[in-house]
C-alpha cells in the first residue's frame, strides 16, 4: 500500500500556476522509447552490490505497517538498497497520473525541472528518497535533486534521477516513467512489485536540467561502468 509522499511540505514554499490536464490520451508510439540496455549488464551491477555495508542508523519499511527489514548500503561512490518499487505518479497531471487514476496523487514534486514546474511522472524516470531523519539523511551522502541513479529489475538495468522525498521511514518508490522502463505495471492503482529492485544512487551526481532523460542515461552508464571497476 503506497503512502502519499511528502511534496506538499517542499509545495507551499512554491506558487506555481495549476497545470491543465491534456486534452486528449496519447496514441501508442507518442512516449519516449525505452533505452536499449547499454554495456552494463543487470547480473554484474547486482554482483557488485551483494553485500551491505549499512550506512543508515537502522532499516526502513518498505509499506506502511509492514516491519523495517531494508538497510541503506554504501560504497565510496554510491549508496544503495534493495527493496519493492511503488509507483509514484506525483507531479505535473497527465493521462495517467491525476487524482482520478491515483488516491494519493499530488501536483508537486520535491524537485523541480528546469521551467520551474513541477516533474512529470509519466515522462521522466526519477526516484524517491526517504525524508531526512535521524534513521537516515541522503543530503550527508552527496544526493540531491537530479542524482543519478541505476536501477536494476530482472536482467534490466535503467537509469533515472532522484525526483521526490517520501516518508522518512519507508522506502521503495519510483515514478510511472521508471517502472515503466524496468518492464514492472506502471499503474499507480495496483501496479509495482513487492520486491526485486535495486536502486543504485551515484554520489555527487547531478543532471541538469533535471528532465535530461538522455544526460542521464549516459552519465548513468559510465558511473555504472566506474562502480564496476572500483574495489
Not at 499530488?106 to 512529470?120: C, E, I, K, N
Not at 525526483?163 to 519510483?174: F, K, M, T
Request: charged share 25%; aromatic share 6%.
Amino acid at each position: 500500500m503506497r503512502v502519499r509522499s511528502l511534496t506538499l511540505v517542499a509545495a507551499s514554499a512554491v506558487l506555481l500556476a495549476p497545470t491543465a490536464l491534456p486534452t486528449a490520451e496519447p496514441q501508442y508510439g507518442e512516449w519516449p522509447a525505452v533505452r536499449p540496455l547499454g554495456d552494463v549488464r543487470a547480473a554484474d551491477l547486482l554482483a557488485r552490490v551483494r553485500d551491505c555495508p549499512q550506512i543508515s542508523r537502522g532499516r526502513f519499511r518498505t509499506d506502511s505497517g509492514e516491519a523495517a527489514t531494508i538497510p541503506v548500503c554504501g560504497t565510496r561512490d554510491a549508496v544503495y538498497w534493495k527493496a519493492d518499487l511503488d509507483i509514484d505518479c506525483d507531479g505535473r497531471p497527465g493521462p495517467r497520473c491525476n487524482s482520478r487514476t491515483d488516491p494519493y496523487f499530488s501536483d508537486a514534486t520535491a524537485f523541480q525541472q528546469s521551467d520551474g514546474g513541477y516533474l512529470d511522472a509519466e515522462r521522466l524516470p526519477y526516484v524517491v528518497v526517504p525524508a531526512p531523519s535521524g534513521l537516515w539523511d541522503y543530503r550527508d551522502h552527496g544526493i540531491r535533486g537530479g542524482s543519478v541513479v541505476a536501477l536494476v529489475h530482472e536482467d534490466r538495468v535503467r537509469y533515472a534521477v532522484v525526483g521526490d522525498v517520501g516518508p522518512h521511514d519507508i522506502i521503495g518508490e519510483a515514478s510511472y516513467a521508471a517502472a515503466e522502463e524496468l518492464g514492472i505495471h506502471p499503474d499507480p492503482h495496483g501496479g509495482g512489485t513487492d520486491s526485486g529492485v535495486t536502486y543504485i544512487v551515484f554520489k555527487d551526481t547531478r543532471v541538469e536540467p533535471i528532465e535530461d532523460t538522455e544526460a542521464a542515461g549516459v552519465m548513468g552508464e559510465r558511473l555504472a561502468r566506474k562502480l564496476l571497476s572500483s574495489r
